[in-house]
């Protein structure tokens, strides 16, 4: 079960806030994402009551695409803090929010019946940024650790990384191009919504010119992923 | 930007890939056995189509879904051409998870996950190494030719491949060539300045900048690989069949010249150029020992095994090599002949079927008390069996243990070209090949070098945290991209390779479950 109770359970205790400043890139994700929820759980809910004046039932009315991702209540963390606590222990870097960012709007464009909503927000973070660290940073945690940070059964957490591959259709592939232009999305998002002075996302290094992959350039093969401590 | 407008249509998507069950196949024979799982032909039903269906392996559940496969399809996703492999889709099999009303719960996690791909009938290692097999000028150009193309399609499109060898290069019965198995590949930039893993390319194909430690390569790591095969087409066997790192390195320099700062400017930089450079003077001889080959092909083939990276052709320009524009001029794929199915798999187990024919017969045969004194019996190519931590296993495990393996190419009827032309100094009865890892290109096993541990120290792999067991003659470290990076090879002499391990694992396969 993905509720925010079972965080200090799972041996990962908040520790000491050495305070590493949080990337920007965790703060703007969140706003975009807690802002996008909020809407869909007002039309969610407005779906269910329709549904159930016509005396159905159930949620998964809401397009089922997003099934498996979906808990039976939403979690208690907020999606900040869940952002900077996959973060803190995954140690990916900043890029892969932003490509699991994208992965998750490209869920949206592929299915857009389904709603990301309160109940399934965590799931997909977790298991989007979990294929985008293990895409673009040569050196991740394995599954299990995944899991075990985002609170998820290890089990529950492969099905859903392949069930996030099959949504995607294996579309895991980030242009550079296409992730300055995300880039750009979400910064403006924030200008848009009143948050102060322009906000600029943490960009991996990468020459400007070329076309590849984000995914693949300017990170390392060479070194043996780590392993959960 | 659908996030904030979830509502808008997304028009133009095909049939999503994973809606398919396998059972719209039917498995006819298995034809390879790859880093992750088995691979098939099967016949579509509703078409009658052949295709071959590489399963995923799924069994690792702290690693979840493989990052091979996850590569492999991410690139086949973007590389259309005609001398490229088509992953036509990929397909899920029903597992035995059900929901509350028995019904299959819709989740893809199930028995297995398979990649569809168009069916070859060869891969050029199991069609080199039909008895009596001997490709005509006209038909190594006409290969050559495709595998360039296909290969600068790949570099064009900034992938490399890092794992080109003759059982990674599939041919079908209308005489096209396709590169196939992605697993080791990436996508590369131009700039050079991303590291890369050394750990790719089957030993006998790695360039000697892989195997002096250099992480900054490209495209050329698979040119070198090419015109290993290039010689090994025209020469009838491999050109550098080492056995581990250092005789790699070698048997490399003994043919091409010892590399210095004249001709690899820069050399000297490479990591581990130290503890490989020759203690004696090497001159290139490559003129010297291929004297036989055409002219043409000659001249191609000193600027493929060129030492230097930069120096060395591209795949564009070989294309334009002299080599493919005089006569005989490349033949038209159509016109080659076709052949009864071959891949390497099978030659392999019919080979070491015969093998375990002969065997059992001389067997019976030393029963007889006459010859009760006679040495064991020992086949050509064993010598080398102490080399390896995990012989090669028979499937039923009722071989008995002199025997090599199935890995070994040796004693094929094919014409060489006589003993000692070529200054590694192979036996007659051929060098023990059994580095020779791969398993067809629709599943590698190639990179057990790399992943398998052994053969770099075990030592070595402390830092290799979850992924492929260390030092074991059981992992198939597969799915990890991830090695580390430490110094060259400590204690790898004599201690095997890693492919051989593989090998053993491969056929012992058979029963894995899911």
Known sequence: MLTGNDFPANGLAEGDNVAEPTPRVLIILACVLDRLVARNDRIADGITHQIEESSSCGTSHIGNSFNAFHGVRAPAISILKYLERIYKYTNCSPSCLVVGFVYIDRLIHRHPNSLVISLNVHRLLVTSIMVASKILDDVHYNNAFYARVGGVNKVELNKLELELLFLLDFGVTVSSRAFETYCLHLEKEMLLNGNGELQRIERPLMATNSLDDVSEISVDDTLASSSPP | ?514
Request: aromatic letters at 8%.
């Open chain 2, 1 to 514: 930007m659908a996030v904030t407008a979830p509502g808008q249509l997304n028009v133009n998507e095909p049939p999503s890939w994973g809606s398919r069950s396998v059972d719209c196949f039917e498995k006819l024979e298995q034809i390879g056995e790859g880093t992750y799982g088995q691979v098939y032909m099967a016949r579509e039903l509703k078409t009658g189509e052949i295709v071959a269906l590489k399963k995923i392996r799924m069994d690792n559940e702290r690693e979840g879904f493989p990052i091979t496969a996850i590569r492999e399809i991410k690139i086949l996703k973007k590389l259309h051409h005609e001398n490229v492999i088509k992953l036509k889709e990929i397909v899920t099999s029903p597992g035995p998870e059900k929901d509350e009303q028995g019904k299959p719960d819709g989740n893809k996690y199930k028995g297995g996950i398979y990649m569809v791909f168009e069916y070859m009938d060869h891969d050029l290692t199991g069609l080199a190494d039909r008895p009596g097999m001997r490709f005509s000028v006209p038909q190594i150009k006409c290969y050559m030719r495709q595998l360039l193309t296909g290969l600068h399609y790949c570099h064009v499109n900034q992938v490399l491949h890092r794992d080109i060898k003759g059982s990674n290069l599939l041919i079908d019965n209308e005489g096209n060539l396709k590169l196939a198995d992605f697993g080791l590949a990436r996508s590369f930039s131009n700039d050079h300045n991303a590291n890369l893993t050394n750990r790719v390319i089957t030993l006998w194909y790695r360039p000697p900048e892989l195997l002096l430690g250099s992480t900054k390569y490209g495209p050329a790591v698979d040119m070198w690989s090419v015109g290993c095969i290039f010689a090994e087409l025209l020469h009838g066997k491999p050109i550098f069949p080492g056995k581990d790192e250092p005789e790699q390195l070698n048997k490399i320099f003994e043919l091409c010249g010892a590399p210095d700062e004249v001709n690899w400017p820069g050399v000297s930089k490479i990591p581990w150029y130290n503890n490989f450079k020759p203690t004696r003077p090497m001159k290139r001889r490559i003129r010297e020992v291929f004297r036989h080959f055409d002219r043409h092909a000659l001249e191609l083939l000193e600027k493929m095994i060129t030492l230097d990276p930069s120096q060395r052709i591209s795949a564009k320009d070989a294309l334009d090599a002299e080599y493919f524009w005089t006569d005989p001029l490349p033949c038209d794929p159509k016109s080659l002949p076709k052949y009864e199915s071959s891949h390497e798999f099978q030659t392999k187990k019919k080979r070491q079927q015969q093998r375990q024919h002969e065997e059992n017969a001389k067997r019976q045969k030393l029963q007889h008390p006459q010859h009760a004194r006679l040495p064991p019996i020992q086949q050509s190519g064993q010598a080398h069996a102490h080399m390896r931590p995990v012989p090669n296993q028979p499937i039923h495990g009722s071989q008995p243990p002199v025997t090599a393996g199935p890995s070994h190419h040796f004693g094929k009827p094919r014409g060489h070209p006589g003993p000692g032309r070529y200054p590694g100094g192979n036996p007659p009865s051929g060098y023990n090949h059994s580095s020779r890892g791969g398993q067809g290109g629709y599943g590698n096993n190639q990179y057990a070098q790399g992943r398998g541990a052994a053969p770099y120290g075990s030592g070595n792999m402390s830092g290799a945290g979850p992924r492929g067991g260390a030092g074991g003659g059981s992992s198939y470290g597969m799915g990890a991209p991830n090695y580390p990076q430490n110094g060259p090879y400590p204690g790898s002499s004599g201690t095997g390779r890693g492919s051989n391990v593989m090998g053993g694992n491969r056929n012992q396969q058979y029963g894995w479950q899911q």
